[in-house]
């Protein structure tokens, strides 16, 4: 078995058997773009990208849900997230592959939506439609055009969800730091008024040593926002 295969089975083991309903990515995909895989001259990469383009307009359900508006777009996280990876300094991490894990890493949520620890949907049940999207997406979009590029977003995204690679570990973290670093823009674009703390427990999920430093430079600067405010 080869590690795209191993990987998917490790994924896919601990959750596609625990779903807890039939959920399918072609149910969720527009009209318009169903037309250009059904036209008489298919055309993939261009319904691909109109599908990349529902990460543009779709906000981060966190931030709706404490009535930031307008708040930032799943593309904007993940693009952050990018530009952050190429900051790394760790000779031993891969940043190019950081990079196209960070732009891959939430790609389902095209489809699948943005899903919070506090909607209600199951753990269990977001993995299996990220897990069913991802496979389609790379399937019937990618592949068709070009297997390579399917294999390798594939593998990247295996890697971010199974933590396979060191730069998955690293792209985790990254994760957790941007959304601290929006969570504290926010906080200061309302001068303190929204309750976003919530948030801030994601700083102990971060394992790696540099990001872990980025975080904590953060939380000082947040600590010394705060305090200023009651002077």
Known sequence: MNTLKASAA?????????????WKPQDHVPKEVKELLNGPQTNYVLAFLNLVQLLKIQRRTGWLDHDI???ESISDHMYRMGVT?????????NRDKCVRIALVHDIAESLV??????????????????W???QY???EFI??????????????????????????????????????????EYER????????????????????EEVKGWAKDLLQKRQDFYKSLKK
């Open 85 to 93: 990876a190429m900051l790394i300094k760790d000779p031993k991490v």
């Open 189 to 208: 674009k309302y001068n303190g008024k929204k309750d976003l703390e919530q948030f801030w427990s994601a700083i102990e999920s971060i394992k790696t």
């Open 132 to 134: 069913a999207t991802i």
């Open 10 to 22: 490790r994924f896919s083991s601990g959750t596609v058997r625990m779903a807890t309903s039939v």
């Open 137 to 139: 997406l790379c399937d």
């Open 143 to 184: 592949k068709p055009y070009n297997a390579t590029a399917a294999a390798e977003i594939m593998e990247d995204w295996l890697a971010y969800e199974n933590i396979s690679s060191p730069e998955a570990r690293y792209v985790k973290d990254i994760d957790k730091f941007e959304m601290l670093v929006q969570c504290y």
């Open 69 to 71: 508006k307008p708040c």
């Open 113 to 130: 939506g943005d899903i919070t620890p506090f909607d209600p949907v199951t753990k269990e049940e977001k993995h299996q439609r990220e």
